[in-house]
């Protein structure tokens, strides 16, 4: 038979509450009661022990790892790096998918808070991350990836997004294309914000921003890229070079072009953005900028066990807002206009 909170609070001679209090480290409960009940617990082989004792101790050794998209290749190689650093240096992950919805990354924060997770890692789903962060109180340490959130003062560990949309870009021009599109995720998102920029810039600079070069944004999807595509080739706006925002938004505008009789890239070139795994294969070769994935996963680790106080942390001290240059992977889905 399994043992339950009612056994120690027998054994430790307190009350069913009094066991409850101390393993949820409430303040009423003296440190004494709480070291004598972990004690009990761990005798016992009662189940939360290591949870129990981690928050007598002020410490759980455990981060949480929020991600907006599960299915897309880039997060979970991502996650892969912040975990195998965690886990490399004491420390668990508890894994969060918010699917792009600001309420469940909300929910999820006020989650982890309850767990007393010792910081966050966070891929954000807005500008606007950073507030519900602020409402949820969490008061431990937060880097963000991926994407930046809104506060000037936040740690985070991004690509260098609009210098990567110009390269793109540029290397679309260098090709001879003069009416190049962008196709990008959600406009909230400060990634995409950044790859836009970059994209006009370079249009400005070669005296290319014309009315006909569209801006379009959605999500981050491939049935976006498809959906977005679409409108184009119903618009009768065709560019004759399109810089996506991702790579699987980049798999939907090939998909839609294709099935509707445009080649690529004897139609229309193509640029998507990480170099997903599926990127390379060869029926797809996509064109794309690369993002070294699994090492800023475990670079934004690393800083976050530097925030938390870590003791055992590798290495030189990062800083706590890094950029990482973008290196442009050029495969098959572009060719000269």
């Known amino acids: 038979m399994s043992v339950t909170i009612k056994d120690i609070a027998k054994i430790a001679g307190v009350s069913y509450a009094t066991v409850s209090r101390a393993l949820n480290d409430h303040s009423e409960v003296s440190e004494k009661t709480k070291e004598k009940i972990i004690q009990i617990t761990e005798v016992m082989g009662y189940s939360p022990n290591a949870i129990a004792r981690g928050l007598v101790r002020k410490n759980t050794n455990t981060i949480g790892l929020l991600i907006p998209d599960i299915t897309n290749p880039y997060f979970p190689e991502v996650a892969r790096g912040v975990e195998d650093y965690a886990i490399s240096h004491g420390f668990n992950v508890f894994l969060c998918n918010t699917n792009w919805e600001e309420k469940k990354e909300y929910d999820y924060i006020r989650v982890l808070r309850e767990k007393r997770v010792e910081g966050l890692v966070v891929a954000p789903v807005s500008i606007s991350s950073h507030q519900k962060i602020e409402e949820a109180d969490l008061k431990t340490p937060v880097i963000y990836i991926g994407s930046k959130s809104g506060d000037k003062n936040e740690n985070y560990v991004i690509l260098d997004n609009a210098k990567a949309a110009f390269m793109a870009t540029e290397y679309f021009i260098e090709l001879g294309h003069e009416n190049i599109g962008f196709i990008g995720g959600y406009e909230n998102s400060s990634s995409n914000v950044d790859r836009v920029k ?138 000269k206009k």
């Open 198 to 335: 970059g994209y006009r810039d370079a249009l400005k600079k070669h005296c290319l921003e014309k009315e006909i070069n569209v801006v379009k944004s959605s999500s981050y999807k491939r049935s976006s890229g498809y959906a977005l595509a679409l409108e184009l080739i119903k618009e009768g706006r065709v560019p004759s070079a399109v810089l996506a925002a991702n790579d699987i938004i980049a798999l939907g505008v090939i998909e839609a072009l294709e099935t509707h009789g445009y080649t690529v890239p004897g139609d229309v070139s193509v640029i998507g953005f990480d170099d997903i795994l599926f990127a390379s294969l060869p029926k797809i070769n996509l064109t794309t900028v690369a993002q070294p994935k699994y090492e800023m996963g475990g670079v934004a680790a690393k800083i976050l066990l530097q925030l938390i106080g870590c003791n055992n942390v590798d290495g030189d001290k990062i800083l706590n807002q890094y950029i990482v240059e973008p290196k442009l992977i050029i495969r098959g889905t572009c060719r």
